[in-house]
């Protein structure tokens, strides 16, 4: 299990103490494996932070049609300052109610952002944060990937942008002859500067973020190495997002952007290569990470 399903998987240790009698339900990849306890307890004493969000955390593990329900609970918790509800709306939000960490909706990355920005918000509001949580132990895990999060869904706001513009004047162009099926993205394309923006200023702070006693060493490390890649590729691109916005305002160009040779080299010959040296960075964080959880288990 990867350190952010543990988080969906300890939301609270209440709704993981099993009976013969507990009812067992799955949503995605969370569980949860005491659904009539949680429940019995949360109508007990409704009024108890824990109660709630674990019963709200049940409820949509159930998926029998209580989202709005859950989603209240979480709603109302958060308002409070929880953050543990304040994340699991982020991951609501963008999965798309899936709870699919994997699977997200492209078309809430705006929302998703602003998700995980008030989960941020809220730990910033605590003094001493993490001391007085229910689950001190994962507290790393909601500040770290809400970090990394709001990194990710300018960065996926940008990559659809882009190919929801360049999809766009390649549908215009006369010697196009390809698939007419191809996606516009138009809550994203005309802001592809603004989403390079906004990872530069998000990736800043989470390339820095300082070693605080409460995180976990090795997802610090790749948290925070992530970012610092995304920052180094982000500054490398927005020059050459310029220069293609650029293009595209040249009407000699833009109207066929296939017979436009100098689209063509930004494109083809700097945007993607540039793009697919950041795929290749991502999978080296992640074999570095990799090679030193093998050797922490192996006690070196």
Known sequence: MSRCLAVLAVIAFLVYQPSASANVYKRGYITCDNFQRIAGKYKTTPTESDYAVAYAFCLLAR?????????????AEADRGNVGAAYWLAIYTATGGTMVIKKRDSDSYNEAFHAYGRVIHLINQIVNYPKGMANPEYAHQYELHSYSNLVLFSYLKFLDGLNGSDNSFLLRSPS???????????????????SLKQVVENAEICANLPQKKHFEKLLYYRVTSHCRMMLDFTRKMLPLEKKRLTLLNDPSCARDIETCSAYREVFFDQVIPLMENRKKQEKKIRNMELAALKAAMAGK
């Not at 998926?63 to 709603?75: M, Q, R, S």
């Open 63 to 75: 998926n029998a049609g209580d989202d709005v329900k859950a989603l209240t609970i979480l709603e």
């Open 176 to 194: 196009y002859t390809g698939d007419r099926n191809l996606k516009l993205y138009p809550k994203y394309s005309p802001y592809t500067l603004d």
